[in-house]
């Protein structure tokens, strides 16, 4: 489930490393669509609880940031060090780590039908697209591969238009965060140590400077602790008494738990808003109102189409049943494996109708049947091999009022998270716009469809519209449905930096956690908003900024600490 990119579907619900919240979209129950789950008092929102994190599940999706990215977290943290030119040298160091691929190109040989949806793309945003090749005066080349997303020259142009999907893969395998700490573990022995089954509690603080300073983390060894596996075992006080461990700080915490258990951890340590901790009893550290605010989400929906028959790419594919030959070719290192693809075949990159220069949707196609994280999403999802879904992924929304609240001061418990989407409820400006850019994806993906259908004069196979159905037209009734349906997966912004006249910054701009020594947080809650259309090469990295930061200060440390005779 976690090698091959084509189950990364199955990953996203494999028990053994999901970790699966349900979140509110909205703080009134009604105004939730059909995917809210009344038991759980919530919808699903998978997370991973692995070696990796998310990087173990997830699509594989690997679009590099915009420059303008950069600039607007340099602006909004107040320091200008985090900018375009800034950031390079750390984006270089992440592709020297990181593979990048795109699905065979064969698949589409194999399969007539899905040529002609891909075909269809590329005919219906012909008119976006920018030149094949620009010149590169300052560096002295002609390049600008019209179909790469992340070629520089694509990026400082802001092209829209179709485009491959680059995918994080090393011959046809998932690679990310998990491969990249396998791989250091050897050089680094006696330095670097995993434990893993274990959950931490809280973060230890030593209250008695001048400052709070972190000194430990008190940490249960005991697995499928938490509340959001699907496998929990609960422990009792004496089991959790037994379990519990302190382990000393020498140097710093870093918390790179993401954007629900990081503020989740910071709460339970006696970081952020006072009242809040005093109605768990928790005794306050530090006073931060930030701590679980601002939490922020991309808006998603799709529209998916049924044929008339499987596609023929898919026939024989049992998605890892006993004898499945896909497994076997995808074992064998055959480059042409249907299982090497994450299944998205193209992508589209499109500005919105009085939106920014930017392009703020991203629209991908593959053959599945998903709308959303409901219970059962990835069998359902791929059952059957006669749908073709298209995603709308809506970038750059303005929405920044979610919250991750503590439900107990229990650590084996999950947070309240209310995204608080669309105003929560009651629209206004923000609102209509990034309603009118979900219409405006939904429109493109329906007109591909159209043109794919009069493309269809090398086969006789039809289609009809499932979802949003037919029947669903009108800017009213589809604003409805994105208002119900709608859906996100790249939480983040939930402890965010800031400078230090922002009440509401939780850390500075080195990821140091405010009015205390010795925490850091380096992960998708840092930020002040999103940045790019897939945020996760901007947190790779952000990250390797953060590990230049530890290091720089550690050697600063190590060179003031006084040594034995007085030297230092």
Known sequence: MYSIPAFHLFASSDPEM??????????????????????????????????????????????APENDDWDRIGRAIGDPSWNALGMAPFERRVREWLPIETSPATLLAKDPVLARIVTAAVVDTAGQAGPATAVDAVNGRVGGTLFDPNDPLAIESLREGATLVPQSTRDGRRYGARERLLEAAPRLAGTLFFQTDALVERIVFDEGGSRPRAVGLDVLLAPNAYAASPRQRRLSHAERRAARRRVTVRREVIVAAGAFNTPQLLLLSGVG????????????????PGVGANLQDRYEMTVVTEYDRPFSVLRGATYGAP???GVAQWRADDPNALYRSNGILIGIKQKVAGGSDHPELFVFGAPSNFTGYRPGFAAAGLAGGTHFNWAVLRGYTTSNHGTVRLRSADPTDTPAINFKYFGDGRGGPESDRDLAAMREGIARARSINETARHLRFSDGVTDIETYP???VESDSDLDDLIRRDTWGHHASCSARMGSDGDPMAVLDSRFRLRGADGVRVVDASVFPEIPALFPLMTIFAMAERAASEIIADSVRSDRAAPTEGGAR
Not at 20 to 34: E, K, N, P, Q
Not at 47 to 52: E, K, P
Not at 273 to 288: K, N, S, T, W
Request: proline share 7%; charged share 20%; net charge negative.
């Open 18 to 63: 999901s970790w699966d919240f349900h979140v509110r979209h909205y703080t009134d129950r009604a105004l939730h669509g059909s995917a809210f789950v009344r038991e759980e008092d919530g919808v699903l929102y998978p997370r991973a609880s692995t070696l990796g994190g998310c990087t173990a599940h997830h699509a594989m999706l690997m679009l």
């Open 469 to 471: 159905g037919p029947d």
């Open 323 to 325: 004898g499945d030959p």
């Open 273 to 288: 808003p006072a009242a809040h901790l005093r109605e768990h009893g928790i005794e306050p550290v530090l006073d931060l």
